[in-house]
Nanobody
């Protein structure tokens, strides 16, 4: 089982930056991928960025060139660097880890971008 703890959300003005962190703990033989989803009020949850254990990354078109997913050297913490933030980036951001074939989710962290 994997426990994920997100941090780094907050309120920022448009054009600003935030870095979200996701600390993973627990036991998992192989975390195949980690990523970030977000859900804005009244909208469906959407994939923002993902990264496989092999290092392949994938980004939503709406964040390409602005957001970067990365991992620390220990492999236990995943980051989402968000630059040039826009009001439409406002959402609750969730970290997710794929352990084998099972998804584990964090509790979410609020990101609010003011115009």
């Amino acid at each position: 089982q994997v426990h994920l703890a997100e941090s780094g959300g907050g309120l920022v003005q448009a054009g600003g930056s935030l870095r979200l962190s996701c600390a993973a703990s627990g036991s998992c033989f192989s975390i195949n991928a980690m990523g970030w989803y977000r859900q804005a009020p009244g909208k469906q949850r959407e994939l923002v960025a993902s990264r496989t254990s092999g290092g392949s990354t994938n980004y939503a078109d709406s964040v390409k060139g602005r957001f970067t997913i990365s991992r620390d050297n220990t492999g236990n913490t995943e980051y989402l660097q968000m630059n040039s933030l826009k009001p439409e980036d406002t959402a609750v951001y969730y970290c997710v880890a794929l352990c084998g074939t099972v998804d584990y989710w964090g509790q979410g962290t609020q990101v609010t971008v003011s115009s």
